[in-house]
């Protein structure tokens, strides 16, 4: 991984709130990396970091917004993560609700830990994430060879 993140930011219609308010906390750190967004998180995350931010925000500041969730956004996010485009994953999934796209979000689960990508579930890993010294730093990430799996023997 390089030394500026790419880092996707999702949040749950129940969890939004929590993403604003983590955004306000930890926005000068995230101006310093690459921010991927579903839907109206994408538009809520620009907006707190604007307004932080003020006069001091660079001229080239953006964010890449992807669909919302349950319009694919979370499968377009998925994409990006099998095709190397996607660093950490902040995703403050409500564990309380059921929602339309259930599927979607356990594939985005199961594919962010395939390919060994922190991925911070809820405002204490969050935390403990963007405060780690490796966020400003290049890191070498351990990636699993599945080469035996897909040259795997099918009868």
């Given amino acids: 991984m390089e030394k500026i993140k790419r880092i996707a930011l999702v949040a749950h219609d129940n969890r939004k709130r929590h993403m604003v308010e983590w955004v306000e906390y930890n926005w000068h750190t995230l101006m310093r990396h690459i921010l991927v967004c579903t839907g109206t998180t994408g538009r809520l995350v620009e907006e707190t970091i604007r307004r932080k931010a003020g006069s001091t925000i660079s001229e ?13 956004g979370d499968q377009q996010l998925g994409a ?12 403050f999934w409500d564990p309380m609700s059921p929602h339309p796209h259930d599927v979607d979000v356990k594939a985005l689960l199961r594919i962010a830990v395939l390919y060994n990508l922190p991925i911070a579930c809820n405002r204490s ?14 890191y070498e990430q351990a990636v699993v060879d599945y080469g035996e799996y897909i040259e795997r023997k099918l009868s």
Avoid: V
Wanted: negative net charge; without cysteine; hydrophobic residues 50%.
């Fill in 60 to 72: 080239g500041f953006a964010i890449r917004k992807l669909k919302s969730g349950p319009l694919g």
């Fill in 80 to 91: 990006l993560i099998a095709d190397g485009e996607i660093d950490a994953i902040i995703f």
């Fill in 125 to 138: 890993t969050a935390d403990f994430m963007i405060s780690s010294p490796l966020l400003d730093r290049e």
